[in-house]
């Protein structure tokens, strides 16, 4: 009986020391401290190291509490990584619904191949500072806004979001042996833009830039689809399906049936292996490609060319 007693009362000290430990663990790090900072959290940057981040900051008291409430509650999901505003005053329940609802910051992915147009979509659907006159903006850069994830302020302006981008295309060319005073620049980024919207896949860039260079040098049209579908393109559909009546009615120097040699300006927005491509093309006799079930077939001659059309479309 004794021994039991003895129990009951170990067992009401563990529970009294728990819920102590867990009411500690909640209340506000510092309450007289009003000031807020930025804390950041990490892409992949686990619960533990963001609760151990938070502790480090003053912003919470105790670590492991933080990760026992993620847990009970099931916040696992709703925290991100970005900027936040916290303060060393608040509980950490507010903390914690911060973490999940008040990124000051959010990560913008630009896909590969995106015209201006398209990065105005995804930046008017995911920052709310975003105006309509960012669009003529962007389309002055087009070509230049490289494709990657950002984190943007949720207040930026058209100017930063420019300039981010473009600092970033600034650093990424360097791996292709480009800089800014590259007399060729211009040329590169347009010839990387066609075929970045003509490759399947990464493979393909430098035979398509091939076929691109060969052209040019005969005095060929490069009659590229990619840049009908810029000249026709909408907000219903910015790369739209075309037919062989959009070759000759697309009057636009763009189009390129119509008018030989490169566009006046890039037709999208390459990636670094685009690039890469037109400034390395691939030396053969190859004029002309098809693509179909995944592949592509070049061909030497118009004769050779229209098989494979036969054979493959």
């Known amino acids: 009986m004794r021994k039991l007693f003895i129990a009951f009362i170990l067992l009401g000290l563990l529970a009294a020391g728990t819920f102590a430990y867990w009411t500690i663990g909640n209340r ?16 992949g940057e686990s619960i533990r190291e963001v609760g151990s981040s938070l502790k480090r900051e003053g912003l919470i008291k105790d670590p492991v509490v933080f990760f026992l409430y993620i847990k009970l509650y099931g916040q696992d999901r709703k925290i991100q990584a970005g900027d936040y505003r916290l303060s060393s005053s608040m509980t950490l329940a507010a903390v914690i619904d911060e973490l999940g609802h008040g990124k000051l910051d959010r990560w913008i992915t630009i896909p590969e191949g995106y015209r201006a147009e398209e990065i105005a979509d995804v930046l008017e659907k995911n920052i709310p500072s975003y105006d309509e006159s960012w669009r003529e903006e962007l389309n002055k850069n087009e070509g230049y806004l ?161 098989k494979n059309i036969q054979k493959y479309l």
């Open 146 to 306: 490289f494709p990657d994830t950002y984190l943007i302020p949720r207040d930026a302006d058209i100017d930063m979001v420019i300039s981010t981008m473009k600092n970033n295309f600034n650093h990424k060319i360097q791996e292709a042996g480009l800089t800014l005073t590259d007399q060729n620049l211009s040329r590169t980024i347009i010839l990387a833009s066609l075929i970045e919207r003509e490759a399947k896949i990464n493979e393909e860039k430098p035979l398509i830039a091939g076929v691109i260079s060969n052209r040019l040098k005969r005095g060929m049209a490069l009659d590229i689809d990619a840049t009908i579908q810029y000249v026709k393109g909408s907000p219903d559909k910015w790369w739209p399906q075309i037919t062989s009546s959009d070759y000759k009615s697309a009057d636009s120097l763009y189009n390129t049936y119509l008018y030989s040699g490169l566009p006046p300006g890039p037709i999208a927005n390459p990636g670094i292996e685009a690039i890469k491509a037109a400034q390395n093309p691939q030396s053969h006799s190859y004029y002309f490609y098809i693509h179909s079930g995944g592949k592509i077939y070049p061909a030497k001659t118009i004769e050779e060319h229209q």
């Open 28 to 43: 506000p790090a510092n309450l007289s401290d009003k000031s807020t900072k930025i804390f950041v959290i990490q892409k």
